[in-house]
Every structure is written in structure tokens, then in C-alpha cells.
């Protein structure tokens, strides 16, 4: 299957010849400050989980590491990335790790059978996360300043799906659209199950949060603890900025 996927070196290669495009166009001084104050959001881990290691069995990366080797391997990768983007002028990049990977409803359609997340799925993202986090510590110590700003994901994920009603929404386990248990497999389509309102489903489809359940994640990135955001939150990183310019 051939799926329009831009890899992450592509994507580093697009920011470079944007700031060359910007700098014909304003000057380098002008793009070099834009590209400073600008916010740069990169998410990391749920495909190289999903797709790259439990997709099959038996996938080429689960036989060449067993998961906490898996885990340090792609956190050294996503600190040389991290690296470039500071090397490339990024100075605010809010980094989101994984949400609980087992809990989506295209987990729970393939692996569960009582409705409970996926145990190794779930595994994967509670080794994977925490390390993200230490791995942005050390790379902000190393740069010398809080470049980088970690969003815990997996917590702002599962407040919702372990407790729905508290945020009205009718059910954390099956998808508005898709197909099914649990509306869970495929992709949404034409000739999918669809929900009447999507605001009371968690989950779009069967891997992507509803536009509510964005919403409640993007207040958490906003006004969230240490607890989810670190070192800061969105909005005191942008009153520290605003006082800066």
C-alpha cells in the first residue's frame, strides 16, 4: 500500500527552502526573525509505534529490537531531529509525544477483547513518553535555553477516555465514523457508519480525536500543569515572548 507520507526528512528539507523562498523575499535579518518567533509544532512516536513496529507481526523493527531497545532508538533519532530544527533556527517548538495508543478504537477493533486497551500497545507509549521528556531536558540544557516545550499527551488522551461523560461525550471507545467493531477498522469513507453528532464521540475515526476532544487538548497545551506541560504552558511561554519583543 502506497500512502502519501512526507518523512521527517523531507519535511526538514521543506523548512529550508521555505526560509530561502522567505529570504528572497524580505531578507535574510527579516526571515532569520520571523523563523525565531515563529511556533513550531512537531509530533512524535504514534506511526513509528503503530505502523513501523505492531502493524504485522513479526515486523521488521520488532524483530531487529525489542521494545525499550525500540524506544531508546527512536528517542536518539528524534534528538538529532530536535537538533536540526534549533540548527535551522526554530527557538519555540512544542513537542507532543503519543496518546495512549492502545485505548483508540482501531486497537480495540484488532486487539481487545473486552473492550480494555491494548496492554503492549499501552506499554509502548508509557515507555516511550517519559523518555521524550528527559530527552527534551537534556536538549534544552544543551542548547542553553527552554527551546522546547513537552506536551504529555497520553495524560491530556486519557482524561477523556477514561472518564467520557465528564466531558459529555457519549462513548471514548467508538470512532463517529468508520466501520466495524467499534467502528475500528478502514478509514472513513463514503461508506462508513456515521455518528449524528460528532461532538459527543471522543474519536473522529479510528485513530484521530474528535474536533471537541481537540479542543479540551489544546486548553490543556494552553493552561495546563507542570504536570502536562514542561518546563511551561503555551500561554506562559507566549506572555514571556510578547514581553521579549
Known amino acids: 500500500m502506497q500512502l502519501n507520507i512526507i518523512r521527517i526528512t523531507q519535511q526538514l528539507q521543506n523548512f529550508q527552502t521555505y526560509q530561502r523562498r522567505l529570504t528572497a523575499l524580505i531578507g535574510s535579518a527579516q526571515a532569520k526573525r520571523l523563523v525565531n518567533q515563529a511556533l513550531v509544532l512537531i509530533t512524535l512516536g504514534g506511526n513509528d509505534f503503530v505502523n513501523n513496529y505492531y502493524l504485522v507481526p513479526y515486523s521488521a523493527r520488532s524483530l531487529q529490537f525489542a521494545l525499550p531497545d525500540y524506544v531508546r532508538y527512536i528517542i536518539s533519532e528524534y534528538k538529532k531531529i530536535l537538533l536540526r530544527l534549533y540548527d535551522f533556527g526554530a527557538r519555540r517548538v512544542l513537542v507532543t509525544g503519543t496518546g495512549p495508543l492502545g485505548c483508540v478504537p482501531a486497537e480495540l477493533a484488532q486487539r481487545s477483547t473486552n473492550g480494555g486497551c491494548s496492554a503492549e500497545l499501552q506499554r509502548a507509549a ?9 530527552m527534551i531536558n537534556q536538549v534544552n540544557r544543551q542548547v542553553g535555553s527552554d527551546v522546547f516545550i513537552a506536551a504529555n499527551t497520553n495524560e491530556m488522551h486519557l482524561s477523556f477516555i477514561t472518564n467520557p461523560q465528564q466531558f459529555g461525550f457519549v ?44 479542543r479540551i487538548i489544546v486548553q490543556q497545551i494552553m493552561t495546563g500543569s507542570n504536570k502536562l506541560m514542561h518546563p511551561m504552558n503555551l500561554s506562559t511561554v507566549l506572555a514571556m515572548d510578547s514581553k521579549n519583543k
Open 126 to 134: 508509557g515507555l516511550f513518553n517519559p523518555q521524550l521528556t528527559q
Open 171 to 214: 462513548t471514548s471507545k467508538i470512532a463517529c465514523c468508520g466501520q466495524g467493531p467499534y467502528n475500528g477498522l478502514g478509514l472513513c469513507t463514503p461508506a462508513s457508519n456515521l455518528c449524528r453528532n460528532r461532538d459527543l464521540y471522543a474519536f473522529w475515526d479510528p485513530f484521530h480525536p474528535s474536533e471537541k476532544a481537540n
